[in-house]
């Protein structure tokens, strides 16, 4: 697997224009803070609600669904490729050109399928929704910057994205994957932190993709499991489950 601190080549654009590389974001006169077991969902966009009706997930969900149009609707993502996304993207890609041409399909490069931030595609489905959604990267290995402040700042509402992410062919899990799932989970912190010491009520919803690592290692708020993997059906998913549409 590669190093945590591994970047593709579209990263370096993005940390060029958000800053990524700001001086890391401090948080030294907190003390420490006791958080809630986390609520979690299993399942399709139908059945996910249900387990959420007496939580605090449910609550901000609620007030995500009843944002005004003219409110800033805030996406922090992981600067990584999400465990799923490269099959779902190769398969799609193959059954297109398959519609498309008569001529033999070939398979889709990973740089090609690298070629934008693969979290793009959920950006561009919440912005069908509601149309002032900001959508900013962060690298785990960096973690919140002065960049992501200034952004939480102006929002009115956050979700935050954690994820899995792909494993090399022949590589296996170990404490590299462990590291990036607590560098995620330290972001997702610092944003409820954030939200909470600024008393403006802002619902945040943080939208986790993995499998069971993620129960010992997002201590946050409001999480909600969407799936074992990030590919198109999840997306289409969050979207029914964020907007209830």
Avoid at 81 to 101: E, I
Wanted: include cysteine; proline fraction near 6%.
């Amino acid at each position: 697997m590669k190093d945590p601190s591994h970047t593709e080549a579209w990263v370096d654009d993005l940390a060029a224009r958000l800053r990524l590389d700001d001086t890391r974001y401090s948080l030294s006169r907190r003390g420490p803070r006791a958080m809630a077991s986390p609520p979690f969902a299993k399942g399709k966009a139908s059945s996910l609600m249900a387990e959420f009706e007496a939580s605090s997930s449910h609550r901000s969900l609620a007030k995500l669904r009843d944002l005004d149009p003219t409110a800033i609707l805030l996406l922090f993502t992981p600067v990584m490729v999400p465990a799923g996304y490269l099959k779902d993207q190769q398969r799609t890609s193959d059954a297109d050109a398959q519609v498309d041409s008569k001529a033999p399909v070939s398979t889709a490069s990973r740089a090609a399928l690298l070629a934008t931030d693969p979290f793009e595609m959920l950006g561009i489905a919440l912005s069908k929704q509601h149309s002032r959604v900001r959508h900013v990267p962060y690298v785990p290995s960096v973690g919140f910057t002065d960049t992501h402040d200034h952004f939480l700042e102006k929002a009115h509402a956050v979700l935050v994205v954690s994820c899995e992410p792909t494993i090399s062919a022949g590589a296996s899990p170990g404490a590299d994957l462990e590291l990036t799932l607590a560098k995620q989970a330290e972001f997702v912190g610092c944003v409820a932190t954030e939200l909470e010491e600024s008393g403006r009520q802002v619902p945040m919803v943080n939208l986790s993709f993995g499998g069971d690592e993620w129960e010992n290692q997002v201590p946050t708020y409001s999480r909600i499991w969407v799936g074992e993997k990030y590919d198109a059906e999840s997306v289409v998913n969050v979207v029914k489950l964020v907007f209830d549409r």
